[in-house]
């Protein structure tokens, strides 16, 4: 089992920025790769960012690439997402998830663990 613990989320105005944290605990070893995911009300939830274990690998969703950056610390088991130029159509809950595989994925059915999410708002 991992366990996943969100923070850093709250509410910035437009052009902004945010660093979310993801702490992870449990058996991290067996760990491949972990992704940030967030859900609007009334939407479903959609891929931001993903980073394979040793950092090397990266993927991006085109509405974030460029504004957003994901990296991790292994040493604290743990993976940031840095939000850049924030804006109001970026609010939701975010997500932390990572996953027992190979390869990093964009999809929410391949993730094996959730974190409890942290509300991201931004205000225009």
């Known amino acids: 089992q991992v366990q996943l613990v969100e923070s850093g989320g709250g509410l910035v105005q437009a052009g902004g920025s945010l660093r979310l944290s993801c702490a992870a605990s449990?058996?991290?070893?067996?760990?491949?790769?972990m992704a940030w995911f967030r859900q609007a009300p009334g939407k479903e939830r959609e891929f931001v960012a993903a980073?394979?274990?040793?950092?090397?690998?990266?993927l991006y969703a085109d509405s974030v690439k460029g504004r957003f950056t994901i990296s991790t610390d292994n040493t604290k088991n743990t993976v940031y997402l840095q939000m850049n130029s924030l804006k109001p159509e970026d609010t939701a809950v975010y997500y932390c998830?990572?996953?027992?595989?190979?390869?990093?994925?964009?999809?929410?059915?391949?993730?094996?663990?959730w974190g409890q999410g942290t509300q991201v708002t931004v205000s225009s």
């Open positions: 998830a990572a996953r027992v595989g190979v390869v990093i994925a964009i999809k929410s059915a391949s993730y094996d663990y």
């Open positions: 449990g058996r991290t070893f067996s760990v491949y790769a």
């Open positions: 980073i394979s274990r040793n950092g090397g690998n990266t």
